[in-house]
Structure formats: structure tokens, C-alpha cells
């Protein structure tokens, strides 16, 4: 069965710097991947997807992703941090073939220091 | 547009009581999607429609039954609630096509008691 895992359920970075969200995936097969965002009391946002195109995924507001397949992983980049980006992240992986059925990684909280 | 829309926002039930979530979307969507988020646990897909007049289970369909009214609207139904039941639900809907990007309604927060 897909999985993802994602490492760290909080982490905090100061405004303008790096931000970095760890995911791995578990899979037999190369797997559609995807990381969303949630900001309080809102529903997710897609911020990128990855669908066996181009390994390096650029998403919305500044962020990418780089599919690793080496290393099962799928990490979520940004390379200034802005106070608007905190909000709660997560992973994704499809199990359908079709992007129907997403399985969700438990959610990273990022905080965005002054 | 107002997109996907959930009511009602919040809902407290006791345990045994019946109660349906109600979805609706405006961008003539195929496919919609039901989800409850609970702590630490990511989002678990519940029940889908890929399209009007057709459902299936997801991860987590025990204790659910669900309604595809018409291409609008999808509605989630607890027959008999539970306080395994608390937690946060949320709709979403999708073009229909295979990779498409899904769009989340605000949630219902609903607690069992």
C-alpha cells in the first residue's frame, strides 16, 4: 500500500529564510505525488503535483519540489520564507492511478518567525 | 464562483443521532470527494464520486453512507453517530479527468458527544 511520510510535524524558520518540509513516499511503482497547504480554518490548496513529467516541480507562491526516486523522497522547498507562508502542509500520494484517491501524510505546521 | 461549499460549519451531536453534511459546488465539476481530518492523521478519504451517479468506498467508509443528489451536490450521511465520528469533514471536488487538481470546501466541524 502508498504511503507518505512526513518528517517533523512542526517547524519553525525565521522570516526570509530557507524553508524546508520533508515527505517520503512508500511505493511499488513510481507514484503521482502532491503537496497541498492548509491556512487556519480553510480547506487545502494544491501548491504543486508531480506526475512522472519534469523532476523538479515548481508550484504556487514560491515553492518547488524535487522528486527523488533514489531516495523516495519529495520535499517541499522555498528559498525566503514570508509570513504569510505559515500554514499547515501536507503531503500526498495517489493510490488510484487517477489522483482519486490521495492518501494524505499527518501535516507539517510551519511557523514563520519575525 | 463561490467554489465548494459546506454546511453546516459546526455540529454538535449525541451519540445515536442521525445527521447529513451537505456539499455543494458551482464549477460543474464530475467528481466529488469526502475526507474527515482528524489530528495528527492527515486527511482520510471517505467516500468518492467520480461522476454523477456513482460512488465509492475510500480508506475509511465504515459507519458513512453517501449521496450523489446530482452533479452539484453530494451529501455525507451518519446514521448513527459516534464520538469516533468527531472530527473535522471536508468536500472537495475535481474536473473528473485522471491528475486532476481537487478544490476543498471550508469544513464541518462536528463533535459527537
Known amino acids: 500500500a502508498q504511503s507518505v511520510t512526513q518528517l517533523g510535524s512542526h517547524v519553525s524558520v525565521s522570516e526570509g529564510a530557507l524553508v524546508l518540509l520533508r515527505c517520503n513516499y512508500s511505493?511499488?511503482?513510481?507514484?503521482?505525488l502532491f503537496w497541498y497547504v492548509q491556512y487556519p480554518n480553510q480547506g487545502l490548496q494544491l501548491l504543486l503535483k508531480y506526475t512522472s513529467a519534469a523532476t523538479l516541480v515548481k508550484g504556487i507562491n514560491g515553492f518547488e519540489a524535487e522528486f527523488k526516486k533514489s531516495e523516495t523522497s519529495f520535499h517541499l522547498t522555498k528559498p525566503s520564507a514570508h509570513m504569510s507562508d505559515a500554514a499547515e502542509y501536507f503531503c500526498?500520494?495517489?493510490?488510484?492511478?487517477?489522483?482519486?484517491?490521495?492518501?494524505f501524510g499527518s501535516g507539517t505546521q510551519l511557523t514563520v518567525l519575525p | 464562483n463561490a467554489g465548494v461549499t459546506q454546511t453546516p460549519k459546526f455540529q454538535v451531536l449525541k451519540t445515536g443521532q442521525s445527521m447529513t453534511l451537505q456539499c455543494a459546488q458551482d464549477?460543474?465539476?464530475?467528481?466529488m470527494y469526502w475526507y474527515r481530518q482528524d489530528p495528527g492523521m492527515g486527511l482520510r478519504l471517505i467516500y468518492y464520486?467520480?461522476?454523477?451517479?456513482?460512488?465509492d468506498k475510500g480508506e475509511v467508509p465504515n459507519g458513512y453512507n453517501v449521496s450523489r443528489l446530482n452533479k452539484r451536490e453530494f451529501s455525507l450521511r451518519l446514521e448513527s453517530a459516534a464520538p469516533s465520528q468527531t472530527s473535522v469533514y471536508f468536500c472537495?471536488?475535481?474536473?473528473?479527468?485522471?491528475?486532476?487538481?481537487?478544490?476543498f470546501g471550508p469544513g464541518t466541524r462536528l463533535t459527537v458527544l
Open positions: 464520486s467520480a461522476s454523477e451517479g456513482t460512488t
Open positions: 511505493s511499488s511503482v513510481p507514484p503521482y
Open positions: 472537495a471536488s475535481s474536473p473528473g479527468g485522471d491528475l486532476d487538481t481537487q478544490y
Open positions: 500526498a500520494v495517489d493510490r488510484s492511478g487517477s489522483a482519486r484517491q490521495l492518501t
Open positions: 464549477m460543474n465539476h464530475n467528481s
